[in-house]
């Protein structure tokens, strides 16, 4: 799809203070400025049932309260609403290409935002936490429920690490992967990004005393031999997509006992504020909603934007 297109992304909100810093996240990246964003709210309105006590005289007190605090909430919603269009705005994004839609709650948040996604977009744009997630959960409720209904289309998880232009994109060969690199290579060709191509290789076994066997060393190699190749077409796709090539890298890292530690790691030391992984590897089972790796990155990598493409 040639870049001066809009594509269209979705935006989940919950009204808190929390989602108003993925907004700003949002506002200050580059690969959202030429896009159309839509600020999707799920509204949890009073049950009906409550409006039934009308009948009942003794009740009537406690509906017309009850129907104040919705006409409330929905005024705060709105508000809040408002406020997240305004910082997109005064961060240079058109504001013709930023809607607000709030929709009445039907059957339950992430499954309205799911069915909402489905009507046609590019991405869907969540955080891992919302209003009332505990500190000591990584990842909220409704966000879980997201990861694993929203097969696809990709998503894009803000996190708290300041935003900045280096992408860390995992790399395995596998067709999901080289998916994750295009999308990477259409969203960044705008902008003056540093690509970091990454491939782990995990540690197979040890010889004696902790050390590495001669046939691991030589697993190790043939592999390393076998990922010039895809961080060649890598290099390809993301040239093509308009990044500099001179800000593109790539390393493998041997011997890992963790995939996923060595992914948060190589984020951390490198100063990376997004990985980039496909959402299931070679192993592609499709019993599982998401691969191993890229699911225990989001847990370990847990200050970091991770972006799952299908």
């Not at 049932?49 to 909430?73: F, G, I, S």
């Not at 269009?85 to 839609?101: F, N, P, R, S, T």
Request: with cysteine.
């Amino acid at each position: 799809m040639p870049r001066n297109q809009h594509q269209r992304v979705l935006m989940a909100l919950d009204g808190s203070q929390r989602s108003l810093e993925a907004v700003r996240h949002v506002a200050r990246s580059c690969p959202f400025q030429h896009m159309d964003i839509v600020l999707f709210h799920v509204f949890s309105n009073v049950p009906e049932c409550y409006y039934d006590l009308e009948k009942e005289p003794k009740a009537v007190k406690v509906v017309t309260a009850v129907r104040a605090w919705e006409v409330e909430q929905r005024k705060q919603i709105k508000a809040q609403m408002e406020k997240a269009k305004d910082i997109l705005v005064a961060h240079g994004i058109d504001e013709g290409h930023v809607h607000i839609v709030i929709r009445k709650r039907q059957i339950g948040v992430a499954r309205d935002i799911v069915r909402e996604a489905e009507s046609g977009y590019d991405a869907v744009i969540i955080r891992r936490r919302g209003v009332g997630a505990m500190r000591a959960l990584v990842m909220g409720s409704v966000a879980t429920k997201l990861l694993e209904k929203l097969d696809f289309v990709p998503v894009l998880i803000i996190g708290r690490h300041p935003c900045n232009n280096r992408i860390l994109v995992c790399m395995d060969g596998s067709a999901c992967a080289m998916r994750a690199l295009e999308f990477v290579a259409r969203r960044l060709g705008c902008g003056d990004f540093h690509v970091h191509l990454l491939h782990v290789i995990r540690a197979r076994g040890r010889g004696g005393f902790g050390v590495a066997s001669d046939t691991d060393a030589e697993c190790a190699a043939k592999a390393e031999a076998a990922m010039e190749k895809v961080f060649d077409e890598g290099r390809r796709i993301l040239e093509a997509g308009g990044v500099d090539p001179t800000h593109i890298t790539t390393r493998v890292v041997r011997g890992a006992l963790s995939r996923a530690a060595a992914i948060a790691e190589e984020a951390k030391t490198g100063d990376y504020a997004t990985i980039v992984l496909g959402r299931r590897g070679l192993s592609g089972v499709k019993d599982f909603f998401m691969g191993r790796v890229s699911h225990k990155v989001i847990y370990a990598a847990r200050q970091h934007s991770v972006w799952i493409v299908n």
